[in-house]
């Protein structure tokens, strides 16, 4: 099972990598959101 896994990653490099992006800049939108909204009601 492992073994397959790590085969399908190697395989896919791009759609691990742009999945990655997606989470990155998804907790910096969700990140910056809160950091506004504090910074407006203080």
Do not use: C, N, W
């Not at 791009?14 to 910056?32: E, K, N, Q, W």
């Amino acid at each position: 099972m492992l073994r397959t896994t790590l085969a399908g990653l190697r395989l896919h490099k791009g759609r691990l990598f742009t999945t990655a992006l997606a989470i990155v800049l998804g907790v910096m939108f969700v990140t910056g959101t809160l950091v506004f909204t504090d910074t407006l009601r203080h």
